[in-house]
């Protein structure tokens, strides 16, 4: 399994595992129809890799470290009667849970929250999040 792979299924095991304040009962990196979800598989959340940089660290010969940075978004889903606060102690947990290990199981050198966005009402009354983390690591050329 790639480093990627690892990363990806490191994030949908830290998010499964959440409890405080809020755990999520849906967690899936396949993409799915949220007004599909039964009340008891929310809060849910997608977990999708997105935009990834690289850059050569080292120079020559066939064994050339390289980094990259890959964002990765997770996209939650709550359904409460106050959706501010359901969407806020879901972006909570899953902050939380993403910073207990950076290292996210030792595949990565380290992991950030960059940015949070909502649906600002938009999917009432379902509330969505957007949470990106950026992932730093390093590779060997060809084992990606």
């Known amino acids: 399994?790639?480093?990627?792979?690892?990363?990806?299924?490191?994030?949908?095991?830290t998010l499964t595992a959440m409890t405080t304040p809020v755990q999520a009962k849906y967690i899936t990196r396949e993409p799915f129809d949220f007004t599909k979800l039964s009340n008891a598989q929310f809060p849910a959340i997608l977990v999708q890799s997105s935009t990834e940089t690289r850059e050569d660290a080292t120079i020559g010969g066939s064994d050339i470290l390289r980094e990259g940075s890959i964002d990765?978004?997770?996209?939650?889903?709550?359904?409460?009667?106050?959706?501010?606060?359901?969407?806020?102690?879901?972006?909570?947990?899953?902050?939380?849970?993403?910073?207990?290990?950076?290292?996210?199981?030792?595949?990565?050198?380290?992991?950030?929250?960059?940015?949070?966005?909502t649906d600002e009402g938009s999917i009432d009354p379902i509330g969505g999040v957007i949470v990106t983390a950026r992932v730093q690591y390093n590779f060997t050329r060809g084992t990606v």
């Not at 359901?86 to 030792?106: F, H, I, Y």
């Open 72 to 117: 990765y978004q997770m996209i939650g889903y709550v359904k409460a009667t106050s959706l501010d606060t359901a969407r806020n102690q879901l972006v909570e947990a899953m902050e939380n849970a993403l910073d207990v290990d950076r290292t996210r199981g030792g595949y990565a050198l380290d992991t950030q929250i960059i940015s949070v966005e």
């Open 1 to 13: 399994m790639s480093k990627r792979e690892s990363i990806a299924a490191n994030i949908v095991a």
